[in-house]
């Protein structure tokens, strides 16, 4: 599976410490995030991740267009609501094509280890014939 993984600023720890604790499914999957992200992730996690570039640089709208290409099949997106973004419309509209392409989407920690476990015991399999 093609998981993509985003965090805003002040979600960016909590990003690593998911990738550390869900390790040993991530690792059997191909991992693609935005620049900064990607990178924390593998500094700390030891996981191969494709990097597009930094969210503000445009990397939310790359990941947006693997996503309206069903080129994911899931997305963890660890946003801050609290704190909106001058690029927050790429990140609305990262959602919005989720949800448009069926394709699973966690916007908070809960949710994302849900979809995980999910992965795990293989209730995304549906992803494959989807494509």
């Known amino acids: 599976m093609n998981i993509g993984l985003v965090?805003?600023?002040a979600?960016?720890?909590l990003m690593q410490n998911f990738c550390i604790a869900y390790r040993g499914i991530l690792c059997r999957h191909e991992l693609y995030a935005t620049g900064t992200t990607g990178r924390l992730i593998e500094e700390v996690a030891n996981l191969n991740v494709h990097?597009?570039?930094?969210?503000?640089l445009?990397?939310?709208?790359?990941m947006g267009a693997?996503?309206?290409?069903?080129?994911?099949?899931?997305?963890?997106f660890l946003r801050d609501p609290l704190?909106?973004?001058?690029?927050?419309?790429?990140a609305y509209n990262m959602v919005t094509l989720?949800?448009?392409?069926?394709?699973?989407i966690a916007t908070n920690l809960a949710t994302a280890e849900l979809l995980i476990k999910s992965v795990e015991?293989?209730?995304?399999?549906?992803?494959?014939?989807?494509?």
């Open 51 to 56: 990097k597009f570039l930094a969210g503000h």
């Open 11 to 13: 979600k960016k720890v």
């Open 98 to 104: 989720c949800d448009m392409h069926n394709i699973p």
């Open 58 to 62: 445009g990397g939310e709208q790359q």
């Open 66 to 76: 693997q996503i309206e290409h069903n080129q994911m099949d899931l997305v963890i």
């Open 83 to 90: 704190q909106p973004k001058k690029h927050e419309p790429d």
């Open 121 to 131: 015991r293989g209730d995304l399999e549906w992803r494959e014939m989807y494509k």
């Open 7 to 9: 965090a805003h600023d």
